[in-house]
């Protein structure tokens, strides 16, 4: 019997880099075929210090994508953040769900612009997409560096 952990897939959704002020944040596009028999996307950021409220944080989707890091075509929201973290938000997390036993595109992306302060802001996430077809312990089949169980 598998662990409820094996029947999950993560992939970067923003690389962690440097910080980001008033600007967009290079995230990646999200194939959802590669997430086979997913019924759950979990989109998890992670958020550095912060000095100004976020000016876009949001999950968009497309039918095509352009490249690695462009949706194409003509991308539709799927969801905006009810409230975008602000200079008091430090170190907190968030999270996007998205269901795809709904219509959903094929191609998905979570887009993040810093606001316009001091410093910037550090934004780091994953996509975690879970209930997968076939579950694994296999660190790789999973996209994982390594996957440790205690």
């Known amino acids: 019997m ?20 008033n600007a967009a944040f290079t995230s990646f596009v999200i194939d959802r075929t590669q997430f086979p028999g997913a019924d759950y996307l979990e989109f998890v950021g992670v958020l550095g210090s912060i000095d100004a409220t976020m000016a876009v944080l ?4 497309s ?42 595109k094929q191609f998905l992306q979570l887009q993040a612009t810093a606001g316009d302060g001091a410093a910037g802001t550090f934004l780091a ?9 076939e579950s694994s312990s296999r660190s790789t089949h999973r996209g994982l560096l390594f996957a440790d169980y205690a």
Not at 125 to 133: D, H, K, N, Q
Request: aromatic share 2%.
């Open 63 to 104: 039918d095509v994508k352009t490249d690695g890091t462009t949706l194409g075509g003509t991308p539709t929201l799927v969801k905006d953040a009810t409230t975008k973290p602000g200079a008091n938000d430090d170190n907190k997390s968030f999270v996007f769900g998205v269901d795809l036993r709904k219509t959903r």
């Open 125 to 133: 996430a994953v996509v975690v997409g879970r209930r997968l077809t």
């Open 58 to 61: 949001k999950v968009m989707e």
């Open 2 to 21: 598998a662990n409820e952990l094996q029947e999950t897939k993560i992939q970067p959704a923003i690389a962690p880099a440097a910080i980001v002020d």
